[in-house]
Structure formats: structure tokens, C-alpha cells
């Protein structure tokens, strides 16, 4: 297991991210904050049980990449993170600095649970 920043799953995030405020903004779709945030938060969850399992299995950033692609290669735990940040925003400016806070969550996150899984199978041996 290498424990190495995640730079390429981070800056998924904050191009999915920045993409989805441009298409909220862009619509600018209706409906009530505790609704978005209720979404957000589940996205984010999602997101961290995807990196779970991602990291534990060894998958590749596009691990869906291949002969039967089916589209799974681009939806993973950095792209459902970046999507929350749709749901998350209400204007351009706080949905850029809720993009970076997912990055810098990510970038966290994904070192942290690289971590603990070590720490894991260090103690099974």
C-alpha cells in the first residue's frame, strides 16, 4: 500500500466540482436548502464508502476503463464528491470554496483511510 498524496483523485474533485456549480449556476434549479443539504451529505458519505473500497480493492482512478467500459470510469469517488458540491452551493462564490474544502477533504481522507487500512492488515499479521 503507498501512502502517497492523491493529487489526481483531488483535482477530479474540484473540476467535477467546478463543473457542476457552472450547470447550477446555469439553471439555477430550485429547491430548499435543507433538501440540498440532505443530498450533499449523502453524496459525501457515498463518496467516502466508494473510497473504501476503491483504495482496498487497489482499483485504478478509471478502474471502469475497458474493453465492456458500460460508463463506470469516470463515476467514481471523486466524481460523486465533486457533485455534491451542486447541492452544497447557492451562489458561485461559496460553491468555489465548498469545491476546495472537498478537495482538501479528499486529499485527507483518502491518505487517512490508505492509513488505517495498513494499520488494519499490520495487526491481522
Do not use: H
Given at each position: 500500500?503507498?501512502?502517497?498524496?492523491?493529487?489526481?483523485?483531488?483535482?477530479?474533485?474540484?473540476?467535477?466540482?467546478?463543473?457542476?456549480?457552472?450547470?447550477?449556476?446555469?439553471?439555477?434549479?430550485?429547491?430548499?436548502?435543507?433538501?440540498?443539504?440532505?443530498?450533499?451529505?449523502g453524496l459525501c458519505l457515498i463518496s467516502v464508502a466508494l473510497t473504501v473500497f476503491e483504495i482496498m480493492k487497489g482499483l485504478d482512478f478509471f478502474?471502469?476503463?475497458?474493453?465492456?467500459?458500460?460508463?463506470?470510469?469516470?463515476?467514481?469517488?471523486?466524481?460523486?464528491?465533486?457533485?455534491?458540491?451542486?447541492?452544497?452551493?447557492?451562489?458561485?462564490?461559496?460553491?468555489?470554496?465548498?469545491?476546495?474544502?472537498?478537495?482538501?477533504?479528499?486529499?485527507?481522507?483518502?491518505?487517512?483511510?490508505?492509513?488505517?487500512?495498513?494499520?488494519?492488515?499490520?495487526?491481522?499479521?
Amino acid at each position: 500500500m503507498r501512502f502517497s498524496i492523491d493529487y489526481k483523485m483531488t483535482l477530479y474533485v474540484l473540476v467535477v466540482g467546478c463543473a457542476c456549480i457552472v450547470f447550477r449556476m446555469a439553471t439555477s434549479p430550485s429547491f430548499p436548502q435543507i433538501l440540498g443539504l440532505a443530498i450533499g451529505v449523502g453524496l459525501c458519505l457515498i463518496s467516502v464508502a466508494l473510497t473504501v473500497f476503491e483504495i482496498m480493492k487497489g482499483l485504478d482512478f478509471f478502474y471502469g476503463f475497458a474493453e465492456n467500459w458500460n460508463g463506470y470510469g469516470i463515476v467514481n469517488s471523486g466524481f460523486i464528491a465533486g457533485m455534491s458540491a451542486f447541492f452544497f452551493s447557492r451562489d458561485w462564490r461559496t460553491g468555489i470554496i465548498i469545491v476546495i474544502l472537498l478537495g482538501i477533504c479528499t486529499l485527507i481522507e483518502r491518505f487517512c483511510v490508505r492509513y488505517i487500512i495498513s494499520l488494519i492488515k499490520n495487526d491481522q499479521k
